[in-house]
């Protein structure tokens, strides 16, 4: 299993703090970039000779919101390739609808139960430190 | 007596016997001559008398056969001779019945009867003479009479007359005339416009409503092509195609929108149809305007409406999905920040804290759950867009396998579920708040879950069976409710009975239920076919 470079954009401080504790409780060697917001994170993707394995991406942030975010994503020839999760308490088919249209490589919903979202986050993370990814 | 005078008496006899002999031959020769002419008299009497007799049978049969009543009167109106169609007419019993025709005049018309018999003595002749009569059976008919004088020696004897019944022909004639005016007056009075056009368009004719609804004088509209006059969007080609059809003898109704003479733009509905000649060609085309305008800006008014409920709800729904998102974010943090505590305080904590932050986790469930049915509830609209044939043996079927059925309790279906239109979220939602309140309420060795459907004439009447705690009658009101949880345990929130309410009103049924405490209880509930 090899290392991911992960971009975590998400706006609430807790569950940042959620993917860092589970990601040491499950002793993983993951790299977390974070980014507070769309913006933070697009500023981070401009250097591209450091781009992220995977981006987990929340939907409900202020300023650019999750989906305007997977636009531009999609729309920039380079950055469109990095596997795009989101990860959101938002069960709102339209939500997943808009998601999946633009172009996602998964969507997983928040559990209310702190142990189901370590056990989620196991699978994900497992799941993709086991693909091939390209860098373009 | 002397020789003289025997000679002079012989002589006188001599002559007498002479002239005796002359007078006897002169009376034998006219007698022949008499016997001659009255011979010859007799012959021709006797051919006159075949011609009269021809002649007389002759207009005797025309007297008896004509159709139209016949009558011969003495100059004082008594009736002399009449034939059948009289007797009919004038209501007599016989031919040979009595009268005066002047005791029939109707007692309103007197004072025509002695103009005309005036007129007839005067000039020999009376036409087109129209009275109305009282027939002997007291029927008021209205008659046209011809007459003329019949003369005998030059002088006026009698007169003849032909008698013909226009009652009936004078009633259609008033009848038409009736039905003329009402229409006339319907055309000059109702609020309709009326227009009549030929093949090309030209106005004939206007009513005063399409003057007005049109705002131009009637001289302004007859003679122009109404279309190019009236007409809104001048590039339409909607008369065109409409004067098409009328050529085509169809009728029909059409929305025109058009421009009044002073600038306003006004909805018409207009129903037009074809206008024929007495020979059955098409020579344009009649057309009824009723001005939509108000019924046409309520509907434009009805539709931004619609549009604006329907944005409204979109953004309520949304609304509700953000909210929902924002109350369960903080739960999910509470629920980490205390299993964080828990794990970085491992064997610190007593036996009553570790149970204070398991009530902790039991509470943050049960908000959560609150707060997914409440998003569950509120997304319930009456949105029935997503129809489609739902056979429900398959939904019930797949909720088995979905919901958490324990080995004691078994559901089974009784008859045949049938396949009905529907939206499948809200259906699944349907039984399966009722299906697993059954399970969940069920306090029985065997559980046991009947589901069961009649079909009735325009709705189909589900039943859920179970066997299970019962409901006590004074909650039987109160429980579809919102909020009207019975039991306030872990599983309920109270919201999965008003979900099931709200469901089953979209599809416009009932919802009732029977129930013994202790014995079960049976949920009963319609949908529309």
Known sequence: MK?????????????????????????????????????????ILEDKSNLPDIILLDLNMPKINGIEFLKILKADDQLRYIPTIVLTTSSNQRDLLECYKIGIAGYVLKPLKYEDYVSKIEKLLSYWSVNELISV | MSQKDVEILKRALERERASRKAAEKILEEKSAELFEVNKQLEATNAELTVLYNKTSSQLQGVFENIVDAYVIMDLWGNILKMNEAAVTLLGFENIHDEGNLTALVDPTEVEKVEPAFKQLFESGSITDFKIKIRTKQNKAKLVHINASIVYEDGKPVAAQGIVRDITLESEYQRAIETEREKYRRIIANMNLGLVEVNNDDVIQMVNQSFVEMSGYDEDELIGNKGGELLIADKSSDVIKQENQKRLEGQSNSYELVVKNKTGDIRYWLISGAPNYDLKGNVIGSIGIHLDITEFKNLQFQKEKLLEKLERSNEELQEYAHIVSHDLKSPLRSIDALVQWIKEDNKGEFDDATTQNFELIETTLEKMEQLISDVLEYSSITADLKDRSSIDLNALVEDLKQILFVPEHISINILNKLPTIEGDKTKLQQLFQNLISNAIKFNDKENGLIEIDVEEQKSYYQFSIKDNGVGIEKKHHEKIFKIFHALNKSKESTGIGLSIVKKIVDLYKGEIWLSSTPNEGTTFFFTIKK
């Open chain 1, 3 to 43: 290392n991911l470079n992960i971009l975590l954009i998400e706006d609430d401080m807790i569950e940042v703090m959620k993917l860092s504790r589970a990601k040491k409780s499950l002793q993983l060697e993951h790299n977390i970039i974070e980014a507070n917001n769309g913006e933070e994170a697009l500023q």
